[in-house]
């Protein structure tokens, strides 16, 4: 029984997580990307493809 919780909440944290990457593709960029490089002001045409 409480495998089963454990699942759905998790199923549930994934799905709200895989939801806000698809609305805010720019926040998770600047959060994940952005400090690699000191000239990286904007993304790439090819970071948004697909």
Known sequence: ???????????IILFVFGIFIFLKP???RKITE????YRADEPSDLYFKN
């Open 1 to 11: 029984m409480i495998n089963m919780l454990w699942s759905i909440c998790g199923g």
């Open 26 to 28: 720019d926040l998770i």
């Open 34 to 37: 952005e400090w690699k490089s």
